[in-house]
């Protein structure tokens, strides 16, 4: 009957309890909305980052990618590869050579990375392919096919079929370079990849600088299931010796951060929100007690024990608090599913996002760990915030409260 | 049979270090099935006195003993106990939980009690006729009448079947009807079922009905007399 009488304690005063769950409402929604929000967002980056640059997994000389000299190269990688497709649980994988260029049109030059490809093979590692802005996939252009990206072409003045100029050292150490034509123009949610990498055909590569067929700097796997990707790393290892082989979140690894801050990020939000929330709601629990000094001296005077007394307001106190945080939790994660497939359009505000590889039309997400921790921090707050209140009301004498009116 | 047997009692209230000597020596015996009023001015100590009684309060010198038992060497939380296991109380005025129906309200002291919820009801409805108002059990006290209220506040300190009631004022907010209404009922209680009560009061109603009457002054005992 405690839990009765506190329940309905919280409709003594209307108006009043309802400030505080509309309160903690308001205060719920903002905080798992935003959070849904900002961690759609980073998911999205996160798996376009790995679906169109990273993929799950590379293999490289040990040191290539801090240095991604030309000569970092190893041989017999269609075999390795072939080897490498046939472990469980790597979809596909798909060599590459990977070396540093100057790009030149008629207009400009600039520093790039080229990235040799076997262009029907690496279509099943990343998805730059499905991204064309304009041309396609190496498709239409005989000799030496090169695919750039939408802000590389826009600097050099690039168009579908003009001509490049690519300079680099060969594996000798010596000047080389091609002319190229373009046969296709990407463009990625990330303009920083977009103007910083470009592709070729990786046999048309390997002759300007003069390595063999079987030679490659790279090898990318994708994983059947992107969960797997530790435990595929470790299989890849045993087959490649001498090799380095990297998940993306070590190759990338501000990739892999990205969510882990951000969900940091939103719980200290949370909190922060939360403990305002929870002055309000020790302030509001105190005035219920002074109200009924008497009531509470009269529930003691015939024989209600102290520790009953103090849950009868802690109930009370995590009741409301309880209310308006569900509530609050439930209308955001309904606005989330609502807008989860429509999207936000930021793109009124956000023309820098995209420079960063952050897309302007969110689609918020909700992970359910991140439902379960910010219901468990409102609980918290709840029963912190009716301690001193319910403390408050321990203190009275009963003999005192009774005199009291 | 003496039920209570209170020797030299004192409570000195210290207020701003100015001792106030509310109780100051009383020596009383009260026996089962009293009817008695202690009547003085106000600030003469009765409420003082009663909470001592009801073991609300600890006293500063002297003893109470309650059926063999010394209430003043009891902690606060064994008279807790004690109020709820052996003593019925009705104040003045507010006795009841606003949320909770007048039978949900004398429910709730069994509960207490660990009583089981089949006898609970049975037995507050049985209370509610008794001080009769049983048409009114699921109504909330803020629709009862002054004179209603104080009715289930009677039959709430019966539920605990206490060996005596303690009544500080009960028709101090009542109208002349409500009060003849209220002291015929707990006169029926004390005559048919024996039950024990003391009044504190300053009305001449209640001292008509009482068939003992004390007489405090300044917190001490001045008359005790009892009527034929
Ligand atoms: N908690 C208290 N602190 C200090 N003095 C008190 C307290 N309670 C009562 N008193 C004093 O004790 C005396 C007796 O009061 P009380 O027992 O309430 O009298 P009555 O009920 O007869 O009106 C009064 O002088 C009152 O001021
Ligand atoms: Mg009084």
Redesign the pocket.
């Known amino acids: 009957m405690i839990l009765k009488i506190a329940w309905r304690n919280i409709w003594r005063n209307p108006i009043r309890s309802w400030i505080v769950i509309m309160a903690l409402t308001v205060g719920m929604y903002a905080g798992v909305f935003s959070t849904t929000f900002m961690h759609g967002w980073m998911m999205q980056r996160l798996r376009a980052g790995i679906e169109t640059e990273t993929s799950h997994i590379q293999v490289h000389l040990p040191g290539f990618k801090m240095a991604e000299d030309v000569k970092s190269y190893f041989t017999n990688s269609s075999q390795l590869v072939h080897e490498i497709e046939n472990i469980e649980g790597v979809e596909a994988a798909s060599e590459r050579v990977v070396i540093s260029a100057m790009v030149a049109s008629a207009e400009k030059a600039s520093g790039i990375k080229v990235i040799g490809v076997d262009p029907g093979k690496d279509t099943l590692v990343v998805n730059v392919n499905k991204q064309m802005f304009d041309g396609s996939w190496f498709k239409g252009v005989k000799r030496n096919p090169i695919v750039i990206g939408y802000k590389l072409a826009q600097e050099l003045k690039l168009k579908v079929r003009s001509k490049v100029i690519l300079r680099f050292q060969d594996s000798q150490g010596d000047f080389s370079g091609g002319a190229f034509r373009v046969a296709g123009i990407f463009k990625t949610l990330n303009t920083g990849f977009d103007e910083g990498n470009l592709f070729v055909q990786n046999s048309d590569l390997r002759s300007l600088i003069t390595i063999s067929n079987d030679s490659a700097h790279e090898i990318v796997i994708r994983c059947d299931d992107p969960t797997m990707v530790d435990k595929v790393v470790g299989k890849v290892t045993a087959k490649a010796q001498g090799l380095e082989v990297e998940s993306w979140m070590e190759i990338s690894p501000e990739l892999g951060y990205l969510t882990e801050t951000m969900n940091l990020y939103m719980y200290v939000f949370v909190i922060i929100i939360l403990i305002a929330l929870g002055f309000g709601i020790v302030n509001t629990m105190l005035m219920v007690v002074l109200e009924r000094v008497h009531e509470l001296g009269m529930l003691m005077a015939v024989g209600m024990r102290k520790g009953q007394v103090f849950i009868m307001i802690l109930l009370e106190t995590l009741m409301l608090s309880a209310l308006g945080g569900f509530v609050g939790i439930v209308l955001g994660i309904v606005t989330t599913q609502l807008t989860a497939k429509t999207g936000i359009d930021l793109s009124m505000w956000a023309e820098g996002l995209s420079e960063m590889g952050f897309a302007s039309i969110i689609y918020p997400e909700y992970n359910l760990q991140m439902v379960i921790g910010v219901s468990v921090l409102v609980i918290f707050t709840g029963v912190l915030a009716a301690v001193y209140p319910a403390y408050k009301a321990l203190k009275l004498n009963p003999s ?1 409260a009774l005199q009291s009116i | 049979m003496a039920i209570i047997k209170i020797k030299n009692l004192e409570k000195t ?1 210290n ?1 701003k270090q100015i001792p ?1 000597h ?1 109780i100051n020596g009383i020596d009383l015996t009260f026996q089962e099935g009293e009817f008695t009023a202690l009547v ?1 001015p ?7 006195f009663l909470n001592l009684l009801g073991g609300l309060d600890a006293p500063t010198g002297g003893s109470i003993e309650i059926g063999g038992k010394r209430m003043d060497h009891l902690s606060s939380a064994e008279r807790t106990r004690f109020r709820l296991e052996h003593i019925g109380f009705v104040f003045q005025a507010y006795n009841l939980i606003p949320v909770l129906s007048a039978a949900e309200n004398i429910e709730f002291i069994m509960e207490l009690q660990g009583v089981p919820k089949k006898e609970r009801s049975a037995r507050s409805k049985e209370l509610l006729e008794a001080v009769g108002i049983a048409d009114k059990a699921n109504i909330r006290p803020g629709q009862l009448s002054g004179g209603q209220q104080q009715r289930v506040a009677v039959a709430r300190a019966l539920a605990s079947k206490p060996k005596f009631i303690l009544a500080d004022e009960p028709t101090a907010n009542l109208d002349s009807k409500s009060t003849e209404n209220l002291l015929d009922i707990m006169q029926k209680l004390n005559e048919k079922e024996n039950i024990t009560f003391i009044f ?1 009061t300053h009305d001449a109603r209640v001292v008509k009905k009482a068939r003992r009457v004390i007489t405090l002054e300044d917190g001490k005992v001045i008359s005790d007399e009892v009527k034929k």
């Open positions: 005192q | 209230y207020k106030v509310a003085a106000s600030g003469a100590g009765k409420t003082t504190a």
